[in-house]
């Protein structure tokens, strides 16, 4: 079964199409890329895809669950948003334990998932030190301990690299491709970073004015591009026509 799926999904701001007729499947293990210039739609797509907004036209699933049924996905999804916030007083620790109880976990429960997370992420080391020490990429990877508190079919995250060094960069990348290998959880990665989409992604989308302008492979994408790499490829799909 798939594990996410839209159907001419479709959401507008007034006059403005932010997402217009996007249809896609992913399967549980995948790591799916979602690309675009700025303005493309891929923030829209993910809030739609978590209930944050509502959809215009078309439907979409997730885990099998249909998309009107808000309170069920949610409890079956991880976000790390784009620019996530954290209580700087709490130590990793408390963090994670602290969410693991909002979704029904006891005492107990909450701190074993909350320690093996922050194993799962290399933060063990860090777990009692208040977040406001941490650095950004080692909030990044309390984000998605974070994202995973609930044992998600599909874990969203978008731009979980940017604004790290290229050490902070590998580490995160490797998470990401462990919850896909280990969890068999769908990852849906929004990103910039081309190099990125090629190392992790299974299949992508590249999103321009709203419209899917390529989806598959990154072989596939170039392909349809008639492009001799990824870059070319995007800058192709994605350019203004006259
Ligand atoms: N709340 C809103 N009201 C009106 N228009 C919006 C709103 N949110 C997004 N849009 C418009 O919808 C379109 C898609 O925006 P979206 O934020 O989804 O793009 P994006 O691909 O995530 O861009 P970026 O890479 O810059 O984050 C843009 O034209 C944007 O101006």
Request: hydrophobic share 40%; net charge positive.
């Amino acid at each position: 079964m798939a594990s996410l799926e839209a159907s001419l999904l479709s959401r507008r701001y007034g006059d403005r199409v932010a997402v217009d007729e996007l249809s896609f499947v992913a399967e549980p293990g995948d790591i799916l890329g979602l690309l675009g210039p700025n303005g493309a739609g891929k923030t829209t797509t993910i809030r739609l895809l978590t209930t944050i907004l509502r959809p215009t036209s078309g439907s979409f699933s997730v885990a099998g669950i249909k998309g009107d049924r808000a309170a069920e996905i949610r409890q079956r999804i991880g976000v790390l948003p784009e620019s996530a916030g954290y209580p700087g007083r709490q130590t990793g620790r408390e963090y994670l334990r602290y969410s693991a109880r909002l979704f029904g976990r006891d005492r107990a429960g909450a701190t074993r998932i909350a320690d093996r997370l922050l194993a799962d992420v290399g933060l063990s080391d860090r777990a009692g030190s208040r977040i406001s020490t941490y650095s950004r990429g080692m909030r990044q990877r309390l984000g998605i301990a974070r994202a995973l508190i609930n044992e998600p079919a599909v874990v969203f995250l978008d731009e979980p690299t940017l604004g790290l060094d290229p050490a902070g960069q590998l580490e995160v990348l490797s998470t990401i491709r462990q919850i896909a290998l280990q969890r068999g959880a769908t990852v849906v990665l929004s990103t910039h970073t081309l190099t990125e989409v090629e190392q992790l992604c299974d299949s992508l989308l590249i999103l321009h004015n709203g419209r899917l302008r390529a989806a598959g492979s990154v072989s596939d994408v170039i392909a349809t591009a008639g492009a001799a790499g990824l870059s070319e490829a995007f800058l192709t799909l994605t350019q203004e026509k006259p």
